[in-house]
C-alpha cells in the first residue's frame, strides 16, 4: 500500500516539475530572474521584502503572494509601489499547504511579466511542503527565525537542503533567546554543506543590505550559469 | 477540474473521520484521554511538554511524537521518564507534513494505552493541514508564539478555529518585540470568538502551571462532556 502512494506521489511531482519548465520558459521569454521565497509562518519573509524592495535601483521587482486565504501581506507590500499580485491556495485549489507550479501558472496571465526583472515569489508559511515543488524559479531563498531553535535543519532536512540561500532572521532578539548561532550553522551544514547564509534582523535593518545586492546580483549569476 | 479535486479531498477527510473513530473508541476503551498539540515550526510545543510532565500528580502521561524525520522532540522528553513513542511521516507516509488519523492508528500497538491515562499527540511543525485532520483526539491545543505576528489567526484561520485552547508562548520577549498583544487577541476571537487563551512563557515558566492545571481537569470534562 505504501509503494502506492509513493509512486502516486512521484507522479504528481513529475507533472509539476513539466509545468514549472513551462513556467520557466515564459519567465526566459519575458527575462524576468525569479526567486521562490520560503519559510515557516511568522519568519519575516514579508518584512525583509518591505526592508530590499523599494531599494533595487533600476531592477524593476513584482511580487507573488501565496498564502491560504487573505491579502495581508500584498496589502503590506502594495504601499511599496511594486506590483503585488494575490495567489490565494483557498478555496480554488483546497486550501493547499505550498504554492505548486500549477497555481503559479494559473496566476501568470495577472502577472506583468513584460514591466518587471525580478519576480518574488513568496511562498505560504510552512516548511515542508513547498521545498517538494519547484514552481520555475531561478533561486530557492529561505528565512529562518533565531526564535525557532537550533534544530530545524535537521528537523526540516528537505527545505534547507533545495535552498541557494539561508537569512538567518531576528538576529536583534539573540542577547533575549538561548540560541546558539554555532550550533544553527553546524546543523545547517550537516543538512546543506556550505550553502551561503546572511545573518540578518528585518526589524533593525541588519545585514539587509547583504540581500539586497545577491537579489541584485541574481540575474547576472543566472546568465553565467545559463 | 476544481470541483473533482474538491470531492477528492472531501472523500479523503471523510475516510480520515472514519479511521479517527476507530482510534477514539480504542482511546475510550482504555479510558485514555487524548490531546492533540499543534503549532508552527519552532512555536514550543517540546518546551512547553518539558514544563509539565513530570509535574502531573497521579495523571501517567504518554506522548506520540509526530515528525517528518528524525527523534529529536522524542529524545528530548526521555528525559522526564513518560512513555514517548515516535511517530515519522518519512518515508513510509511520504514525508506528510501533518499527521493524519491511519498513521495515528499505524501507531496504536507501540502506544502503552493501558499505562497512561493521558497521550499528548506532538503533531508536526505547520498551520495549515494538521488542522483538517481529526486523528481522534478529545481536545484540541494549539501553540502561538508571540514572536510569529499578530497577524496568524487571520491567516491560518483553521487551525486557530478548530482548538479548544490557545498557548500564546514565549511572552517573555514582548518587551523585545513590536508585538500587540490586544491586536492578536482582537484576531484570535474574529475567528474563534471568546476561544479560551493563555499567556505563557516555557523558558520562564510563566503561566504555565494553568497549562497544567488545564490538562490535569481534561479528563473530568471529557466526562462531563460525554
Redesign the interface.
Known amino acids: 500500500m ?1 509503494r502506492v ?2 509512486r502516486v ?1 512521484e507522479d504528481a511531482l513529475d507533472a509539476n516539475n513539466t509545468i514549472a519548465r513551462a513556467n520557466r520558459d515564459d519567465f526566459d521569454r519575458h527575462d524576468v530572474t525569479v526567486v521562490n521565497l520560503m519559510s ?3 519568519a519575516g519573509k514579508t518584512t525583509l521584502l518591505e526592508r530590499v524592495l523599494g531599494d533595487l535601483g533600476d531592477v524593476r521587482a513584482g511580487v507573488l503572494e501565496g ?4 491579502s ?1 501581506d500584498a496589502d503590506r507590500l502594495a504601499s511599496l509601489h511594486v506590483p503585488v499580485t494575490q495567489l490565494n491556495t483557498d ?7 505550498h504554492l505548486d507550479a500549477n497555481m503559479v501558472r494559473s496566476a501568470l496571465p495577472a502577472l506583468p511579466l513584460a514591466a518587471i526583472d525580478l519576480l518574488v515569489i513568496e511562498n ?6 513547498p521545498a ?1 515543488f519547484r514552481v520555475g524559479e531561478d533561486a530557492r531563498v529561505m528565512v529562518s ?1 533565531v ?3 537550533e ?2 535543519p ?5 527545505m534547507f537542503r533545495t535552498c541557494e540561500l539561508v537569512l538567518v532572521n ?1 538576529i ?2 539573540l542577547p ?3 540560541f546558539d548561532v554555532d550550533r544553527f550553522l553546524y546543523n545547517l551544514d550537516a543538512v546543506h554543506p556550505g550553502v551561503q547564509r546572511m545573518l540578518v534582523s528585518a ?1 533593525t535593518g541588519e545585514g539587509v543590505e547583504a540581500w539586497r545586492d545577491w537579489l541584485l546580483e541574481l540575474p547576472a549569476r543566472r546568465e553565467v550559469a545559463a
Do not use: I, M, W
Not at 498564502?67 to 487573505?70: I, L, Y
Not at 505560504?124 to 511542503?129: D, E, P, S
Open positions: 505504501h502512494k509513493v506521489v515557516a509562518p511568522g498564502d491560504v486565504q487573505g495581508y478555496p480554488g485549489f483546497g486550501g493547499e499547504c505560504v508559511g510552512n516548511l515542508v511542503c517538494e527565525s526564535t525557532e531553535g534544530d530545524k535537521l528537523k526540516y532536512p528537505l531576528k536583534d532578539l533575549h533567546l538561548d526589524r
